[in-house]
């Protein structure tokens, strides 16, 4: 599969280029929204994580690739709140902690 346009996971914001990047809907096909480190088999890997665990978990991840933290703070900051998976979450109302 080649595509011109570059994907982005609508989870966490990692750039997807290989078909191994993607995640898999349950009958196996390729969901292009994903990635497979967040969307495998139908399911979020992360199902019960909040928006800042997320962004927190993406944080510990990027700095560990080698980005400070502070370039690794701004880019979750300012790409995940973005991303469908959480924008779709906000319009559900969360029940009382
Ligand atoms: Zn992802």
């Given amino acids: 599969m080649v595509t011109s ?22 009958d196996g096909c390729i969901n292009t929204d ?6 495998d088999e139908g399911e979020f890997t992360d199902k019960e994580i909040s928006l800042e ?3 927190a978990k993406n944080i510990r991840i990027a700095v ?5 933290k502070v370039d ?3 880019l979750a900051t300012n790409v995940i709140p973005s991303l469908w998976r ?5 319009k559900v109302k969360h029940p009382e902690k």
């Avoid at 560990?64 to 400070?68: A, D, E, Q, V, W």
């Avoid at 959480?86 to 906000?90: A, E, L, Q």
């Fill in 53 to 55: 665990e997320k962004m």
């Fill in 34 to 39: 994903y990635c497979h480190y967040c969307y």
């Fill in 86 to 90: 959480w924008r779709k979450s906000n």
């Fill in 72 to 74: 690794a703070s701004n």
């Fill in 64 to 68: 560990k690739m080698g980005m400070s």
């Fill in 5 to 26: 346009e570059k994907n982005i996971c609508q989870s966490c914001g990692m750039p997807m280029k290989n078909m191994t990047d993607f995640g898999t809907y349950k």
